[in-house]
């Protein structure tokens, strides 16, 4: 049975191709190519569906806010295809949702405008029941609007238990990798003719991606105002401009600059100096690890180091080898997906760390229809690997401390191959001052003299919050604070322009919770 038209057509392409220039986005094309055959087979054969199910879950894996960018084009791509009426992107009003939420009489969304209805369910972890219930009316009331979850700090294993109903389709965006720096460095060299070598590719890699992208723009302003094609000539390489280049550390050196995690370090100092002596003696350990905590611990962070250290210590055989994984990457849709779909994570892993954040969610996938249980399939898959890959693999499980102790007693295996269990404790209010400092540092801000008590009294209070999420929640309100700084200067041209005031952190935290409410947080509180 053939399509009357081309499922894919020229202008849908176009549109679809706008993933290709941000990184960490791309993989979601082929998402947005399903969505469009379902929609254009749904169409063309007139199939009687009682609900046409184009909502999507979003979760951002990277530590760069690509949000923006995604949910433009798959406004375009519905708006194109007649999903939508209208580009329209509506980021519905959080306190509004909140307030709808509670109350018991029913809600009314039907006047709302047509386009793309934006949620931000991150801070929603208490009495997902509730929410529920909330979105059930929308939809019912909204039934020809397409509406995108945006899941950052929300368990994933929680949205699709709760939400599954309504919304099929999700995407990612992933975690930035070396390789992908060094694909994006390269198109735009290219695409400005500009000359290099592998020299030049590796020097500007090893920077942070908006540092790469603010220096390759400097790049292409002096090219232009000097007429040279050649990207060396404008490398870091005076002594003015080396003050703002990284300097090279080990794996060891940057474990110890963490802020706080003394008891962190220490232990993984250990367990380094345990593996290398074991090693010398022949009796090589699993490396297998467990680390547990609340989100913004460190424990991602950590787990890069350690693949460097093991690399650095010949422990293991490559430190650029750092898989993070997911429930979904480990766990198929149908019969026969999930053993391949490991064994691939597995195999792409080998010489380093794979990475499983929510571990404890492959442990609680809950069975199908039919009575199959897929998170067993992935929990033997991930055993045999490793066992086998004893000497060249490290499997890092990672998540809440409660849940992971649960995982490790439900499935026994687990508990003869992980070697080591690493408990990671919350920030003091003063830890996460300084991780406040060194973010402005990092970017030549400076602070006021009365901005650290004010910080400190309100991460004291923020951590009473049950959703709280320590260094994720400092690297949040950084952002936020950036863009109320820029508008106070923006408007009064006699401001220092590097100067954060303890106005434009109260601004930002005026609107925040931060007593130990348990009732459910949605929208942009963080």
Request: hydrophobic fraction near 35%; charged fraction near 30%.
């Amino acid at each position: 049975m053939e399509l009357n038209e081309d499922l894919l057509d020229e202008e849908n392409e176009e549109i679809l191709s706008k993933l290709d220039d941000t990184i960490g986005l791309s993989k979601n094309k082929e998402v947005l190519r399903d969505i469009i055959k379902y929609h254009k087979v749904i169409k063309q054969y007139d199939c009687n569906i009682e609900f046409e199910n184009y909502n999507i879950v979003i979760r951002n894996d990277s530590s760069y806010t690509f949000y923006e960018e995604l949910i433009s084009v798959i406004a375009e791509v519905y708006y194109k295809n007649g999903i939508i009426l209208n580009k329209n992107i509506l980021y519905f009003d959080p306190d509004e949702f909140r307030q709808n939420a509670r109350k018991k009489e029913k809600s009314n969304y039907k006047d709302i405008e047509e386009g793309l209805i934006v949620l931000d369910l991150e801070s929603l972890r208490r009495n997902p029941k509730e929410i529920k219930e909330e979105i059930e009316v929308m939809i019912e009331q909204m039934p020809k609007k397409a509406f995108i979850i945006l899941e950052d700090e929300f368990r994933e294993g929680e949205v699709n238990a709760i939400l599954t109903e309504y919304f099929s389709w999700s995407m990612k965006i992933d975690m930035i990798s070396s390789e992908e720096k060094e694909k994006y460095i390269k198109k735009f060299l290219d695409t400005n003719e500009l000359t290099y070598n592998d020299e030049v590719i590796n020097e500007l890699s090893n920077n942070p991606y908006y540092i790469i992208k603010n220096k390759l723009l400097k790049i292409l302003v002096n090219s232009k105002i000097k007429n040279e094609k050649n990207v060396s000539k404008f490398l870091n390489k005076g002594k003015k401009l080396k003050e703002n280049e990284e300097i090279v550390k080990t794996g060891l050196q940057e474990l110890d600059e963490l802020i706080g995690l003394d008891e962190v370090k220490e232990q993984i100092k250990k367990v380094v100096s345990f593996v290398k002596t074991s090693k010398i003696r022949n009796n090589m350990p699993m490396l297998h690890m467990c680390f547990n905590g609340n989100p913004g611990t460190g424990k991602t962070t950590v787990a890069r180091i350690v693949g460097k250290i093991f690399a650095e210590e010949q422990i293991l055989s490559d430190k650029k080898v750092f898989v993070e994984a997911q429930r979904c990457d480990l766990i198929g849709k149908y019969v026969g997906h999930t053993a391949p779909m490991t064994q691939k994570m597995i195999e792409k892993s080998l010489g380093g760390i794979l990475f499983i954040d929510e571990a404890y969610s492959i442990a609680s996938y809950i069975q199908d229809e039919g009575g199959r249980d897929y998170g067993a399939e992935c929990i033997a898959t991930l055993l045999k690997g490793m066992e086998d890959n004893r000497d060249n693999l490290c499997v890092i499980l990672a998540g809440y401390t409660n849940e992971m102790k649960h995982m490790l007693e439900v499935n026994p295996g687990f508990e003869s191959r992980i070697q080591f269990t690493i408990d990671f404790p919350d920030y003091s209010s003063e830890a996460l001052y300084s991780i406040f400092k060194n973010l402005c540092t990092k970017e030549k801000y400076k602070i006021s003299n009365n901005v650290k008590a004010f910080l400190i009294d309100h991460f004291n209070k923020a951590k009473l919050n049950n959703n709280f999420s320590n260094a994720r929640y400092v690297r949040n309100l950084y952002e936020k604070v950036k863009i109320e700084q820029s508008y106070r200067v923006t408007i009064n041209a006699s401001e220092n322009k590097d100067l954060i005031k303890k106005c434009d952190i109260e601004n930002v935290v005026k609107s925040l919770k931060t007593n130990n409410d348990d009732r459910l947080k949605i929208g942009f509180c963080i």
